[in-house]
């Protein structure tokens, strides 16, 4: 659950639509004639269903996003354990220029942390999510880095921050992951750019929101390319659509890049992050229609 924010209403009907799909091909017995007696009668589908309402097998896309998901969480916390040393070593300049690299592969991968308890609000909640006496993770230290100028009295927040991100890397290993999750993952991910990255609310002191807008964007269309031979035959045009607009966006987003990483949103202008919500709105109408077609 996103502690955070509600879907918007476009989202939200989108999303809603999931929970139609899966049971909409019970099964009913059919009237028939019966059988002559030389004719060999033909087997059931191993279901029990009728062939046209077998469920799709989503098995290779599930175990595919599993891999995905552990191979950021392997990178996240490498990344943390470089982050966490600099802020206790007392390196300021090293734990900022840390700090938003190491939050993107725990971006990309968000939907599977929010399922998974408490973790969530201790890495990510930013001031005010939480009571101040449970703040704590990413957005506790960025504000003493930035606002403070200091990694003193962020060391321990440091280190529970590193055990967080194992304790993460160690859950994921046997999470619940169904298509279903793969489908509202996706369409979370964007709602958490156009609820928070687009608008500079994520990163309140560092200015990196960049960073986690396209970290979720990527994440959103890494569980989009795993769904997509399903989508493509089910609706080619959906597929298409879909497709286009991840395009368009990661198009709107690439002037904005300064090197490996992302210039600071304080350089957008209103202008600027106009399009880049426009092209997030035409990207999130399609996306949320994937699950009602899929089936899922």
């Not at 999130?284 to 229609?289: G, K, R, V």
Request: glycine share 8%; proline share 5%.
């Amino acid at each position: 659950m996103n502690y955070r924010f509600a879907l918007p209403a476009g989202l939200l009907a989108g999303v809603l639509l999931l929970s139609g799909c899966s049971d909409n091909n019970a099964s009913g017995a059919t009237s028939g004639q019966p059988a002559s007696p030389t004719a060999a009668p033909s087997a059931p589908p191993a279901s029990g269903l009728p062939a046209s309402a077998e469920a799709p097998d989503f098995t290779r896309a599930v175990n595919d996003y599993r891999s995905f998901v552990i191979a950021q969480c392997d990178e996240f916390v490498k990344g943390t354990e470089a982050f966490a040393a600099a802020v206790k070593a007392g390196n300021l300049e090293a734990a900022k220029k840390l700090y938003a690299p190491t939050r993107m592969y725990y971006e990309r991968i968000e939907p599977i942390a929010e399922a998974l308890g408490d973790l969530d609000p201790s890495i990510d909640a930013r001031e005010g999510d939480v009571d101040d006496s449970e703040w704590r993770g990413f957005h506790r230290i960025e504000k003493g880095l930035w606002t403070g100028g200091t990694t003193k009295g962020s060391e321990a927040y440091a280190d529970r921050l590193l055990q967080d991100a194992q304790l993460l890397r160690a859950k994921v290993e046997t999470a619940p992951i169904d298509a279903s999750l793969l489908v509202t993952g996706a369409v979370e991910l964007l709602n958490e750019v156009s609820t928070s990255k687009v608008t500079g609310e994520e990163e309140r002191y560092s200015r990196t929101d960049l960073y986690d807008f396209a970290a979720n964007v990527e994440g959103a269309e890494k569980i989009y390319e795993l769904l997509k031979p399903r989508l493509a035959e089910k609706d080619p045009e959906l597929e298409r659509t879909i497709g286009e607009r991840f395009a368009a966006l990661k198009d709107e987003l690439a002037p904005f890049k300064s090197g490996d990483g992302y210039v600071s949103y304080d350089q957008l202008q209103d202008e600027d992050v106009r399009k880049l919500s426009q092209n997030l709105d035409a990207l999130a109408e399609p996306l949320s229609n994937m699950g009602r077609l899929l089936g899922v």
